[in-house]
């Protein structure tokens, strides 16, 4: 009885212990699972985190960027890229130590700068001929070899405009407009648009023409045909706006389709932008004169020939001065040694002022 007794509590004991173990291994598989789903959580997190660093690391960027062209005085651009460097070091540095202490690594690096150049013309009152040392030309090249312009808006004073009804009584009116009337003129491998502007009549309306690549005025039938396929603007205000880039034309910013050929065909290959007819001379039919006046700007990402230039230090128009243009950086974001965004990311300046 004693043995059968021995085995009964031998029984007993090893069924407790298969019990224990059998717990004991169900709290080790329901903590893992726990473990890996808290951890699932977690980690989903980070791919979000990382876009999101992405786009803090674009728009700190872009305003390190403005900064430094807002506050450079120089036309000095090895000074105006130092400026940026100093900034995007702090801003990298306090970046990389506000994430360690939630355990996270952020790392962002330069990698390249493009120097581009800032031209206006301040004074309304001054006609659109070069400055420099080559003050006065009525024919002239703004920059040469840029792939894009922007912001490049002109502001002119209607009454300096050529008016073409001055030439009704010619017996080749379009090719005296097509002599005398101030026009931009965009130059590509492929081909030169040239935009006009002009007046007719006194009611005040300004209009814009654009000639495409191996067309010309001369081909329209009469003034009246030069008219009614250009844009108008309204007979307000003393002054009309061409904005190459939204694109429109007028003192009420009016759409202008015409000028959509510099994004489609322009921007993105080398080209050279030029004005001509700023100026009449004495031997022309209608005599020396302004034939525009006005304010403009253009931004391009290049570094324009200071020729026609005064420096941006000085009060004579037109200046040009060194600003960056675009900035690239390597940016890295990792967690728990897993490397989530690893990207070289572009950032463009947005206020020049």
Known sequence: MADVGQRGQLILVTGLLIAVILIGLALVVNGAIYTENLSTRESSNEP??????????????????????????????????????????????????????????????????????????????????????????????????????????????????????????????????????????????????????????????????????????????????????????????????VDFREPRFGTDATDCPELDFYNTSVVGTDHHIHYRNARTSAIGLLGETDRARGTYELVVDTRADRTPYYGPGTAVNPRARSIIHAVTVDAEFRSDGVVHGSDEIEAEWSVVK
């Open 48 to 241: 979000r985190e990382a876009l999101e660093q992405r786009h803090v690391t674009e728009g700190d960027v872009q305003s390190l960027i403005d900064t430094a062209n807002r506050n450079a005085t120089t036309d000095d651009y090895g000074v105006v890229r130092d400026a940026f460097v100093d900034g995007l070091t702090l801003w990298a540095d306090s970046q990389r130590a506000e994430k360690l202490r939630t355990g996270r690594l952020v790392s962002t690096e330069l990698n390249s700068t493009t120097e581009g150049t800032q031209i206006r013309q301040t004074n309304a009152s001054r006609n659109l001929t070069a400055g420099g040392s080559l003050a006065g030309d009525a024919n002239w090249t703004l920059v040469e070899d840029t792939t894009e312009a922007g912001p490049f808006v002109l502001d002119i004073d209607r009454a300096s405009l050529l008016n073409i009804t001055d030439f009704d009584t010619l017996s080749d009116p379009l090719a005296a407009v097509s002599d005398n009337a101030f026009h931009v003129s965009v130059e590509t491998t492929s081909g030169t648009w040239k935009v006009y502007l002009f007046r007719d009549g006194t009611a005040g309306e300004v209009y814009l023409y654009v000639v495409d690549p191996g067309e010309d005025i001369g081909a329209l039938s009469d003034l009246s045909a030069l008219v009614s396929n250009s844009c108008v603007a309204g007979a307000t205000g003393s002054s009309a706006t």
